[in-house]
């Protein structure tokens, strides 16, 4: 079974589209997380979630916004996409904030 | 800026060899971990090591944590080619309880 999957694995969408991204884990964890990874490889965290607590990078656009329906699942939603949306986004999870993390597969969204 | 900044930013070494690849970090931290990234895949944990720990092994890993000058450094030792891959460092912390990463070193070990 997959500890940690999101859905869908490729996202094709246009410009100025909403979409979403599922995440779901079946770790019991109390944490999850969403990171973007550009075409750099570099990791930046955007949320962190857990059922008390979201702590939001503030460089991230409030076109984004995480939505948490039970512990198990963070999904993401993206309001009036741009370019530079365009990346792989991982959902991860956690026992708590800071120990290891385990992360889904990745969606790679490209905006055209 | 980022949290943790890897050295190099890549590394291309023969099968057999050992590569070394190091981490800096800017703020106090509980731990530090190392994650791999295979091509088109998630991450994966490959060790953590705590503040309070100055060195620790697993398997053919290696690694270190010099909390005074806040670095950390991942030894993989006889190389394969399998352990192509991007490695990661990241950084935990109490305060924001988040992990975060460095950049990464990409690897390359050539049969």
Request: hydrophobic fraction near 30%.
């Given at each position: ?25 079946n770790l019991?964890?109390d ?30 656009p ?51 | 800026s ?32 190392w ?28 690694v ?48």
């Amino acid at each position: 079974d997959t500890a940690v999957s999101q859905t869908p694995k490729y996202l094709v969408t246009q410009m100025g589209n909403d979409k979403s991204i599922k995440c779901e884990q079946n770790l019991g964890h109390d944490t999850m997380y969403w990171y973007k990874q550009d075409s750099k490889k570099f990791l930046k965290i955007m949320f962190s979630y857990n059922n008390k607590e979201l702590i939001i990078n503030e460089t991230v656009p409030n076109r984004f916004s995480p939505k948490s329906p039970d512990k198990a699942h963070l999904n993401l939603h993206i309001n009036s996409l741009e370019l530079g949306d365009s990346a792989v986004y991982f959902c991860a999870s956690s026992d708590r904030g800071f120990t290891e993390a385990f992360f889904g597969q990745g969606t790679r969204l490209t905006v055209v | 800026s980022q949290q943790g900044e890897e050295d190099p930013q890549a590394l291309s070494i023969q099968e057999g060899e050992n590569a070394t690849m190091n981490c800096s970090y800017k703020t106090s931290i509980n731990n530090l971990q190392w994650y791999r990234q295979n091509s088109g895949r998630g991450l994966v944990h490959l060790i953590l090591i705590r503040s309070n720990e100055r060195e620790k092994h697993s398997g053919r890993l290696r690694v270190t944590l010099d909390t005074s000058k806040k670095s950390s450094s991942l030894l993989i030792t006889a190389s394969r080619a399998a352990d192509t891959a991007s490695y990661f460092c990241a950084t935990g912390a109490y305060a924001g309880n988040m992990l975060t990463f460095g950049g990464g070193t990409r690897l390359m070990v050539k049969p």
